[in-house]
C-alpha cells in the first residue's frame, strides 16, 4: 500500500441498468436498454434488468460494504430516463432525489462518489426519433448532463460522461449485439461521431473549476497473430487498432480523426462535413477513465478483409478474425495479460503526456461457487485483481499519471447479452434473496487496503 502515491483513488463500480432494478418507480422511464432485454432472444434465459441487484432500495446496504472493504470511491452511473424520463423535455425530480440519497450515503460512508452520465441506457424516445445515429442525441446528452449536473454540483465532484462508446456504437449499432440491436454497417460510425459530440458538448456545459470532467474509453492492445509475419495480419492489426483506439483517442486527445479508418470504412466524405466538431470533441479534459480487460490478437484471413454484407462490430474489417494466443482466458473468453494495461497506460500517456489517468474499470468473471460452508473461494478473481493492481502499482512508480483505481465490479449484476450467468463481482449476489456475501477476493481486498 505504501507504495502507492498518496491520494491513489481505490473504488469499484457499477452501472445503473445493471444494478438498479425499479425500473418504473418514481416516473422512470424506459430505455433502449428495457426494450432490448423484453425482446425474445436477446438476453440468456431470457433476463431482463428489471429486478437486477434491487440496488434502487438496497443502496444504502450496498454502499456501507463497499467502505467496509476499505474502498473509498463509488463509480455508478446515472440512468438518463430516471432523470428526463422521455430524454428530452420534462424533468423528474424523483429521478434526481434518488442519486442525490446515493451520493449523500457515499459522502456520509466516507466514500467519494465518481458518476458517469451515460453507461449504455439511452431514453427509448431518443432511440425512437434516431438514436446516436442522428446529431440531435448529441444535443439532448448535453441538456441531461448540465441539468443533472446542475443539481447534484454540491455532492457529486467527479464526472465521467460517456462509458466505452465503442460499445455504444459497434454493439449497439454494428452487431446489434447491446441495446437497440441495430446492424447498420458503417453507419455505426455515425453513433461515433455523435457520443463524442455529446461528450464534447457536454464538457462544456459542465466544466467548472469546482469539478473534475473526464471520459471512459476501452482501449485494448492489438497484435497481429504470429508477431505480424505477415503483411495482411499486420494491416488487419492496424484497422482494429484503430477502430477500437485511434478512432476515439485522437478526436479526443488530438482533435482529429484517424484519415485512414474514415477510408477503411467508406465513411470519409460524411466525416468531413462535421469536421467543425473536432474543436468541441477535443475539449480539455480532466481525466480519462480506461476500462482494461484483455489485449486482442488479429490475423486477416485470405481473400478480402472488407465485406460490407456482414453484421459485425468491425466496419471496414469485417473478415478480421480474433486468434487464441494460448494465454489462460476468464469466464468471458478474455485472455488474461496483466501487462496489456501497462501497454495502453503507457500508449495514451504518449499521446496526451501528463493527463491524469484512471483505470475506472478492471475485473474478471468465473463461474462462482457457493461452498456448503457458505464461502466463495474465487482464487482466480483474486488472482487477477493482484495481478492488474501490481501493474498499477509499477507504472505509478515509473512516473506514469496513474491517479485511480475502480474495480469492476462491487457485486455481481447483469450483465448485459450475458443476464446473469457472468458474474464480475467481489460481493456474490443471491438473486433469489437479494443476500449479499463477501467472496473470498473481497476479503483480500479488504486486507490489502487496510493493511
Ligand atoms: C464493460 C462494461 C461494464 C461491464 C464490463 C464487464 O465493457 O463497461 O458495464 O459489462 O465490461
Not at 460512508?109 to 438514436?131: F, I, K, M, R, S
Not at 464526472?159 to 454494428?174: K, M, Q, R, V
Not at 447498420?184 to 461515433?192: P, Q, R, W
Not at 469492476?408 to 450483465?415: H, I, S, V
Request: hydrophobic letters at 40%; charged letters at 20%; aromatic letters at 10%.
Amino acid at each position: 500500500m505504501t507504495s502507492f502515491p498518496d491520494g491513489f483513488v481505490w473504488g469499484a463500480a457499477t452501472a445503473s441498468y445493471q444494478v438498479e432494478g425499479a425500473v418504473s418507480e418514481d416516473g422512470r422511464g424506459p430505455s433502449i436498454w428495457d426494450t432490448f432485454a423484453h425482446t425474445p432472444g436477446k438476453i440468456a434465459d431470457g433476463e431482463t434488468g428489471d429486478v437486477a441487484d434491487d440496488h434502487y432500495h438496497r443502496y444504502a446496504e450496498d454502499i456501507r460494504l463497499l467502505a467496509e472493504l476499505g474502498l473509498k470511491a463509488y463509480r455508478f452511473s446515472i440512468a438518463w430516463s430516471r432523470v428526463i424520463p422521455a430524454g428530452s423535455g420534462a424533468t423528474n425530480s424523483a429521478g434526481l432525489d434518488f442519486y442525490r440519497r446515493l451520493a449523500e450515503t457515499c459522502l456520509e460512508n466516507g466514500v467519494t462518489p465518481y458518476a458517469t452520465l451515460y453507461h449504455w441506457d439511452l431514453p427509448q424516445p431518443l432511440e425512437d426519433a434516431g438514436g446516436w445515429l442522428v446529431r440531435d442525441a448529441a444535443e439532448r446528452f448535453r441538456d441531461f448532463a448540465a441539468i443533472t449536473q446542475g443539481a447534484l454540483s454540491d455532492v457529486i465532484k467527479h464526472w465521467i460522461t460517456l462509458n466505452e462508446p465503442w460499445c455504444s456504437a459497434f454493439l449497439g449499432y454494428g452487431n446489434g449485439e447491446h441495446a437497440p440491436g441495430r446492424t447498420e454497417g458503417a453507419d455505426a460510425l455515425k453513433a461515433v461521431h455523435h457520443l463524442l459530440l455529446g461528450h464534447g458538448l457536454a464538457l462544456q456545459a459542465i466544466k467548472s473549476p469546482e469539478n473534475t470532467i473526464g471520459i471512459t474509453l476501452n482501449p485494448a492492445p492489438i497484435h497481429a497473430a504470429e508477431s505480424g509475419e505477415s503483411e495482411a495480419d499486420r494491416d488487419a492489426a492496424r484497422r482494429i487498432d484503430g477502430l477500437r483506439n485511434r478512432l476515439f483517442l485522437e478526436p479526443l486527445l488530438l482533435g482529429k480523426y484517424p484519415s485512414d479508418v474514415l477510408e477503411d470504412t467508406g465513411m470519409a466524405d460524411w466525416f468531413a462535413q462535421y469536421a467543425t466538431d473536432l474543436p468541441v470533441i477535443s475539449g480539455p479534459l480532466d481525466f480519462l477513465g480506461v476500462n482494461y480487460y484483455c489485449p486482442t490478437t488479429v490475423a486477416a484471413p485470405d481473400g478480402p478483409i472488407s465485406d460490407p454484407g456482414k453484421v459485425s462490430t468491425q466496419p471496414g474489417s469485417e473478415n478480421v478474425v480474433a486468434v487464441d494466443t494460448g494465454l489462460e482466458r476468464t469466464q468471458m473468453g478474455w485472455p488474461i495479460q496483466p501487462s496489456g494495461l501497462r501497454d495502453i497506460l503507457k500508449a495514451i500517456n504518449d499521446l496526451a503526456p501528463d493527463l491524469p489517468l484512471y483505470v475506472t474499470e478492471n475485473g474478471a468473471a468465473y463461474p462462482d461457487e457457493v461452498l456448503s460452508d457458505g464461502t466463495i473461494q474465487d482464487d482466480k478473481r483474486q488472482s487477477y485483481l493482484e495481478q492488474h493492481i501490481e501493474v498499477c502499482r509499477q507504472v505509478t512508480a515509473e512516473g506514469l499519471p496513474l491517479k485511480g483505481y475502480f474495480i469492476w465490479t462491487l457485486m455481481d449484476n447483469f450483465e448485459w447479452a450475458y443476464g446473469f450467468t457472468r458474474r464480475f463481482g467481489l460481493i456474490h449476489v443471491d438473486y433469489p434473496t437479494q443476500q449479499r456475501t463477501l467472496k473470498q477476493s473481497a476479503h483480500w481486498l479488504k486486507n490489502f487496503l487496510t493493511a
